[in-house]
């Protein structure tokens, strides 16, 4: 039985070695281009990736073929979303917002007193501190 690698796992084969690097990958960082990126340069990246992981190009059955068709379904997937223009738009918003989030984290404060709860954006429905309690009332 042959092991199976998840699809967010990066394949690299450098000198007669394969490294596995576990990742979660942008859709531009999939296709290997900037964020800034015109359609023209995304389309040209594109199918220069489908030539070189194509899963016909590797030998039936092979652990190989079976990476490259994980790797492809990857790369067809960034390319739909990155060939379009609203849907690109939209996965960019995504892209800044969860960025954002994570850059400024801000601190939770109490519903009753207005001081820090301690926590850290845990987005219950009223946060109270330790002094006021931990249940509304």
Same mark, same amino acid.
């Given at each position: 039985?042959? %092991?199976?690698?998840?699809? +967010?796992? #990066? ?5 007669? %070695?394969?490294?596995?690097? *576990?990742?979660?990958? %942008? ?20 199918? /220069? ?14 652990? /190989?073929?079976? #990476? ?5 379904? +990857?790369?067809?997937?960034?390319? *739909? ?14 892209? %800044? ?32 501190? +330790? ?7």
């Amino acid at each position: 039985m042959r %092991s199976r690698l998840p699809s +967010n796992w #990066d394949l690299t084969v450098g000198h007669g %070695s394969t490294s596995f690097v *576990a990742s979660m990958q %942008s859709h531009y960082e999939t296709l290997g281009v900037p964020q800034t990126a015109k359609p023209e340069q995304i389309k040209r990246c594109y199918r /220069a990736l489908v030539k070189r992981f194509h899963p016909d190009l590797f030998t039936s059955g092979s652990d /190989a073929q079976y #990476d490259a068709g994980e790797r492809l379904r +990857n790369i067809n997937a960034a390319y *739909a979303v990155l060939s379009n223009p609203q849907r690109r738009a939209g996965y960019d918003a995504k892209l %800044s917002k969860r960025k954002s989030s994570f850059a400024e984290p801000k601190p939770e404060y109490c519903h009753k007193c207005r001081k820090p709860t301690l926590y850290w954006r845990t987005e219950r429905e009223k946060a109270l501190c +330790n002094d006021c309690g931990r249940t509304t009332d």
